[in-house]
């Protein structure tokens, strides 16, 4: 069976990918993933990296690449391996043959007569965007947000008047294992926070970044946060950081639950607020 791999490449921030144009077939004229064939000798890894680096000038110490998945076409006997990775910074593009172009995701990549690949390209990055291994946590505007059915309070005062609320009081440990709970209860994927750090001046980030640990500030710094981005799918990692910050009173995040609609609002003195929509 011959073996081929192609490659997505996100740029820092996470809203633009990397795309060949083919100058020749097959798929002339549209845009492709980077990508080629596995040489005998080659471990599956060691292909993607290579191939990356030739056309794109792109190395190991740029990207960290996931293996994503496979494609396989039995009566053609051939598999496509396909791998994923975000940059860890900017990089100067060197192509080798095929122009290279960064494409935001507001195009359509099921489109066949401009993307090659007969529509598994728009399918591989709708896949792509559910794998918060790769992608990260997904920002959404508040407005998306209310229509997954969340409780969006604009400020303590709605809150108290609109909505039935309780006082969730605590040790670190209680507030934790509630909002923890409460994630697996509805599921990562029904799960949301907002954090607001992208929409801080740089001397609020700063005494921000005072409390935390190494490993916490390089992972918000591989976030890249946007001013605009506020809220977001959840995540392990992002949630323990907002929880972190929120219990310490350094920067606080409300934590909205989709399938037992309630909004979890954290505040000063471990005391944090439930509001639910009134029975």
């Not at 292909?47 to 110490?61: D, N, P, Q, V």
């Not at 690449?65 to 060197?94: N, P, S, T």
């Not at 926070?193 to 992972?219: C, H, M, T, W």
Request: glycine share 6%; hydrophobic share 35%.
């Amino acid at each position: 069976m011959r073996v081929y791999n192609t490659i997505i490449i996100l740029n820092p921030e996470k809203d633009q990918i990397l795309f060949c144009k083919r100058m020749n077939d097959p798929y002339e004229g549209l845009f492709n993933f980077v990508g080629g064939k596995i040489e005998p000798g080659e471990t599956s890894e060691e292909a993607a990296y290579r191939e990356l680096k030739e056309e794109t000038g792109i190395s190991r110490k740029d990207v960290k690449l996931y293996y994503f998945m496979d494609f396989c076409w039995h009566l053609q006997d051939m598999r496509m391996e396909v791998y994923a990775g975000v940059l860890k910074h900017e990089v100067k593009l060197i192509p080798e043959k095929h122009p290279l172009h960064w494409l935001g995701f507001e195009q359509n990549f099921f489109d066949m007569k401009k993307f090659a690949g007969e529509g598994n390209l728009g399918h591989m990055l709708e896949i792509l965007k559910m794998s918060k291994e790769i992608f990260g946590p997904v920002p959404l505007t508040r407005d998306e947000l209310i229509n997954k059915g969340c409780i969006c309070i604009e400020n303590i005062e709605e809150g108290l008047r609109e909505y039935d609320w309780e006082y969730l009081e605590g040790s670190r440990d209680d507030l934790h294992q509630y909002l923890w709970h409460k994630i697996l209860e509805n599921g990562m994927e029904n799960s949301y926070l907002d954090f607001y750090y992208g929409s801080l001046k740089q001397e609020e980030k700063n005494r921000i970044q005072a409390v935390l640990k190494p490993e916490e500030k390089e992972y918000l710094e591989k976030l890249c946060l946007k001013e605009d981005q506020i809220y977001f799918s959840m995540t392990e990692e992002l949630f323990e950081l907002a929880f972190g910050l929120s219990e310490s009173e350094a920067l606080f995040s409300s934590f909205y639950f989709r399938n037992d609609p309630c909004t979890v609002w954290s505040n000063y003195g471990h005391k944090f607020v439930v509001f639910r929509r009134k029975t």
